[in-house]
């Protein structure tokens, strides 16, 4: 049974950082794109970053410079740090992992970003 299972979301001041985690279980996780998705508020789900099986990192544009995403294939586990946050980054973040035709989604995590 495949799982990936994020925490590390919450409620966190402007400028704050936050280090998102997703540990996946029931895959081989070394040969997967991992990738961090997020959903504002009454908007669509959208790309932040995405780590090859080879470590090439993807980020989108809104968050280059700030987050930063990694991996750890010995705790089958992907991480985003999201530094100097700000009020746009609230939304729920969602752990996606692809293979081939593979494509397996975590339940979400809630980060909200307000003083």
């Known amino acids: 049974q495949v799982q990936l299972v994020e925490s590390g979301g919450g409620l966190v001041q402007p400028g704050g950082s936050l280090r998102l985690s997703c540990a996946a279980s029931g895959i081989i996780f070394s040969s997967y794109t991992m990738s961090w998705y997020r959903q504002p508020p009454g908007k669509q789900r959208e790309l932040v970053a995405s780590i090859s099986s080879g470590e090439t990192t993807n980020y989108a544009d809104s968050v280059k410079s700030r987050f930063s995403i990694s991996r750890d294939n010995g705790r089958n586990t992907v991480y985003l740090q999201m530094n100097s946050l700000s009020p746009e980054d609230t939304a729920i973040y969602y752990c996606?992992?692809?293979?081939?035709?593979?494509?397996?989604w975590g339940q979400g995590t809630q980060v909200t970003v307000s003083s």
């Open positions: 996606n992992g692809k293979w081939n035709w593979r494509n397996y």
